[in-house]
């Protein structure tokens, strides 16, 4: 009875371990995409960030805002790997939608789908849809198989 004991003990202990291990390095994947996100907004013209689009972009700023695409979509494809948090997905996914969905950001996004059907960039395969809603989650929805992306 005794060994029984130890080894529920044992079995506990290793699982709480393990759970801790991988959100410690959820953490980590969602610190290093935050600090990615704001290296690229410190590019930009306050006008640009607030939605305004009565100047002409810089070179730097439109290539920033072409990186903050594909840093969205890397995003998503992390968030269908299970490798961000519901919380945190849940703060992206506004913002992106948000920032996508405002000027000079959109008027880019339009250029950006035309060379992405063009086959002059990536396919934005989550991008196009979290662009169209704001709910779009790219998270499996089977637990055993969110497990499985994480091991």
Not at 20 to 47: F, G, H, K, N
Not at 83 to 95: E, F, I, L
Not at 115 to 138: C, K
Request: glycine content about 4%.
């Amino acid at each position: 009875m005794d060994l029984i004991i130890t080894l529920m003990a044992a079995l506990a202990a290793s699982a709480i371990a393990m759970w801790q291990a991988r959100t410690q390095r959820v953490r980590q994947v969602e610190d290093v995409y935050m600090a990615r996100y704001w290296s690229l907004l410190d590019r930009l013209d306050p006008r640009t960030f607030r939605g305004l689009d009565g100047h002409d972009l810089s070179k730097e700023e439109e290539l920033a805002i072409r990186l903050y695409f594909r840093l969205s979509e890397d995003q998503a494809d992390l968030r269908a790997q299970s490798w961000v948090s519901d919380d945190t997905w849940r703060d992206w996914s506004g913002a992106i939608f948000s920032q996508m969905n405002r000027s000079p950001f959109s008027r880019l996004w339009e250029e950006t789908c035309e060379d992405s059907e063009a086959g002059r960039d990536y396919s934005f395969e989550h991008l196009r849809q979290l662009s169209q809603n704001a709910n779009y989650d790219p998270r499996p929805k089977n637990l055993l198989r969110r497990w499985l992306h994480r091991g």
